[in-house]
């Protein structure tokens, strides 16, 4: 399904216009507890639809929290639905959106999927998780994190408003930053990787590279703008190949130390990047261990760096100038083996060097002993 995007300053204007052309009277909006504080809250309620707020969802989203979300889209009658928010509220609209026509008699986990067919726009409010762009969803059921894939879920509407990143908070900024950035460059490496899935990743490095400083000094109007392109393109990226093992290694940092997202993703992306440079023998990519090489020195060029190595380093550095957080040395009272296990296999496969239970037992030692 080809996706409409709407990009650039003031774009939620164009809202009404697009919801007009299409006849959409009534929206389910998705939003978190600070869309009130939003600058382009007014655009959005001049959209000229009636919006019924649905705001009962947690950041790490539960399928009673779509069930409910879902009960309040059908009572309301609704006709589309128009997610406001992070990669929480987005991914909550891509549920309802698929449960909005199940049975609502029967656990919809266990229901086939299908095309609804109904309408759902994305306006992201940070530039991180590319969420706007994809067709995954990830949510919670008693606990255990579900990954929710169908091709209908991308939204049909992303509008892409820098004004909607106005007010994220400093801390937020940074990790969801890092989300972008990890996106970009596990997408690169995946086995998965296409030219096309390849070009989104580097466009997206390249634009963190130039613009990170300017983003987070917040001086520069310019590069939100950029920097929410460039999320954007690595959730391209991600569309294609789905993410690698920093990704599957960091649900479990996040459910066990209360790590954000991007936060968590940053601190385990170094650790594994420099276990693949030192283990080329354990390649998995088909296309070979010189195909990955090159690889790594194509993704340190992208980010100004001289040798694969130069950049893990630079990386190790952007997280310290950062003050990005660590899990608290010494703070895991459990068995590694538990944590583990926890690994996502499917995620793994992804990942361009093979990472047995020793090898991911030796890595999450080293990140929970990091001394910041
Ligand atoms: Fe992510």
Redesign the pocket.
Known sequence: MEQQIIAGAGSCRQLRGYLRERGLQKLLLVCGGSYDRLRIREEIEASGAELVRFSGFAPNPRYEDVCEGTALFRRAGCDGILAVGG?SAIDVAKCVKLYSKMDPGRSYLEQELSDTGVPLIAVPTTA??GSESTHFAVIYFQGVKQSVTHDSILPDLAVLDPEALLGLPLYQKKSTML?AL??AIESWWSVNATAESIGYARRAAEAIRDVWAAYIDGAEPDAAERMMLAANDAGRA?NITQ?TAP?AMSYKLTSLYGLP??NA?AVCLPEVWGYMLAHPEKCTDVRGAGYLQGVFRDIAGALGQDSPQAAVDWFRRLMQTLEMRYPVAGSWPGEWREMVQAVNPTRLKNNPVALDEGALQELYERIVRHEA
Request: with cysteine; charged share 10%.
């Open positions: 990669g991180g998780t989300d990890c996106q991600i993410t990704h997202h991007g993703v």
